[in-house]
């Protein structure tokens, strides 16, 4: 079946860095990817939806410059925090949608991300 | 627009009892609803999903649903609880041309032996 790959499972970095996390499609090409952070006890929230070879697109109230994303090939997206407060710290999970998969969402494992 | 409610934040059984999960939503076109399940620390698992066709859905593990748009409801049971079936669960509803996937709160089930 289809397999999303997200690294790293956890990340700790000082606040003021920037931290990536990697999304990868293995067996699929996904078209479409989406991002999104989870509050510990809470549920998904999008961030941003990516198609390959276009900008992504960011939900209302998230910071465009704060949260990067790049979607540059049909197997790989990527997540940059930049200049990260621990404000920031939290699940990050991405998704994958493929072309012509009746409805298919495969998600990552998700990165655990804390800022000190 | 589309929204999910998923009645009950906690929901706990006994092991070998029925579970059932409450999943209601509201969408401006047909559905296509969906099921996931996450343990600690991991992402999301697809239980079961409804896109056309046939409205009872069966999915992984034992677990079904029901699409009934009546009641704009997908309900997940499970007719015998297991203890490796604690987790939280997640209903969620997706429809028209953005695929976007709107997730309710989340339901943590606790499984007691």
């Known amino acids: 079946g289809a397999v999303v790959s997200q690294h790293p499972s956890r990340v700790i970095c000082k606040s003021g860095t920037s931290v990536k996390i990697e999304c990868r499609s293995l067996d699929f090409q996904a078209t479409t990817m989406f991002w999104y952070r989870q509050f510990p006890k809470q549920s998904l929230m999008l961030m941003a939806t990516?198609?390959?070879?276009?900008?992504?697109?960011?939900e209302q109230g998230v910071e465009k410059d704060k949260f990067l994303i790049n979607h540059a090939s049909l197997t790989l997206s990527t997540l940059t925090v930049t200049s990260a407060h621990p404000e920031d710290s939290s699940f990050y999970i991405c998704?994958?949608?493929?072309?012509?998969?009746?409805?298919?969402?495969?998600f990552g494992s998700g990165t655990r991300l804390t800022v000190v | 627009a589309q929204s999910v409610t998923q009645l009950g934040s906690h929901v706990s059984v006994s092991e070998g009892a029925l579970v059932l999960l409450r999943c209601n939503y509201s969408s401006s076109v047909p559905p296509y609803l969906f099921w996931y399940v996450q343990y600690p620390n991991q992402g999301l698992q697809l239980l079961l999903k409804y896109t056309t066709g046939a409205t009872l859905v069966k999915g992984i593990n034992g677990f079904e649903a029901e699409f009934k748009k009546s009641e704009t409801s997908f309900h997940l049971t499970k007719p015998s609880a297991h203890m490796s079936d604690a987790a939280e669960y997640f209903c969620a509803v997706s429809g028209g041309s953005n695929y976007k996937l709107t997730f309710g709160k989340g339901t943590l089930l606790t499984v007691n032996p």
């Open positions: 990516s198609n390959e070879g276009s900008k992504a697109t960011y």
């Open positions: 998704s994958a949608r493929a072309l012509g998969v009746d409805y298919g969402y495969t």
